[in-house]
C-alpha cells in the first residue's frame, strides 16, 4: 500500500525548533518530489515546501524561507522538515505529500501532524 | 504570486443535484489546476488534475477550463460528497490554494 506517515510534531515555544518526519512505503521514494502542505486550525490549505528527487533542489514559502528546511533521505525513505523560530502563526496541521508526475498535483498525502507553537 | 479564488465559499444541495465550483487563478496557469476532497480531520484526497480524473475516483466528477477560469462539478450529488473542496494551482511556486467550498447538505 502506498503511504505517507508523518511523525515529530507537538507543542512547542515561541523561538523554539522542532523537526517533522515522513516515512513513505509501497514505491519508490527516491523517484518523487515531495511537498510540505500545512492548514492551519479552521482555515485552508497553504504550500510550505518542495524539494526534487534527489534532493538537489529546494523551494520555500516566503512565510518559512530562512527559518525552516526540506531535506530527504532517499536510502530511508523518509522527507523531514526541520523548523526553527517557530511562530505562533506556524500552528498548524502539517501534512507531507506526494507529486504526481507531470502535473505536479498532490496524489498522495499523510494523515498530518499538529504542531502547536505557544508558550 | 498567483492569487486562487474560489466561489462560492459554501453551498447548500441535496443528495442527485447537480454542483458547480469556480476557482479563478490571478494570472493564465494553463491547465495546471487541481481539485481536492477534504473531510473534517482528514487529509486532503486529489480528484481532478489538470481536468483529469485520478484514479479510483467516481465519474460524477469532472473538472473544465484553461487559462483563468475552472470549474468543478458534481454531476449528481453522493451523501459521501458533502466535504469541502479547494483547488490548487501547481503552475509556479508557491503553489496557492483556494480557500475553499463548503458543500453542505440541504
Known amino acids: 500500500e502506498v503511504q505517507l506517515v508523518e511523525s515529530g510534531g507537538g507543542l512547542v515555544q515561541p523561538g523554539g525548533s522542532l523537526r517533522l518526519s515522513c516515512a513513505a512505503s509501497?514505491?519508490?521514494?527516491?523517484?518523487?518530489?515531495m511537498h510540505w502542505v500545512r492548514q492551519a486550525p479552521g482555515k485552508g490549505l497553504v504550500w510550505v515546501s518542495r524539494?526534487?528527487?534527489?534532493?538537489?533542489?529546494?523551494s520555500y514559502a516566503d512565510s518559512v524561507k530562512g527559518r525552516f528546511t526540506i531535506s530527504r533521505d532517499n536510502a530511508k525513505n523518509t522527507l523531514y522538515l526541520q523548523m526553527n523560530s517557530l511562530r505562533a502563526e506556524d500552528t498548524a496541521v502539517y501534512y507531507c505529500?506526494?507529486?504526481?508526475?507531470?502535473?505536479?498535483?498532490?496524489?498522495?498525502w499523510g494523515q498530518g501532524t499538529m504542531v502547536t507553537v505557544s508558550s | 504570486d498567483i492569487q486562487m479564488t474560489q466561489s462560492p465559499s459554501s453551498l447548500s444541495a441535496s443528495v442527485g443535484d447537480r454542483v458547480t465550483i469556480t476557482c479563478r487563478a490571478s494570472?493564465?496557469?494553463?491547465?495546471?489546476l487541481n481539485w481536492y476532497q477534504q473531510k473534517p480531520g482528514k487529509a486532503p484526497k486529489l480528484l481532478i488534475y489538470?481536468?483529469s480524473l485520478q484514479s479510483g475516483v467516481p465519474s460524477r466528477f469532472s473538472g473544465s477550463g484553461s487559462g483563468t477560469d475552472f470549474t468543478l462539478t458534481i454531476s449528481s450529488l453522493q451523501p459521501e460528497d458533502f466535504a469541502t473542496y479547494c483547488c490548487?494551482?501547481?503552475?509556479?511556486?508557491?503553489?496557492?490554494f483556494g480557500q475553499g467550498t463548503k458543500l453542505e447538505i440541504k
Open positions: 524539494i526534487n528527487s534527489d534532493g538537489s533542489s529546494t
Open positions: 489538470a481536468a
Open positions: 490548487q494551482q501547481s503552475y509556479s511556486t508557491p503553489y496557492t
Open positions: 494570472q493564465s496557469i494553463s491547465s495546471y
Open positions: 505529500a506526494r507529486v504526481l508526475y507531470s502535473s505536479d498535483a498532490f496524489d498522495i
Open positions: 509501497g514505491f519508490t521514494f527516491s523517484s518523487y518530489w
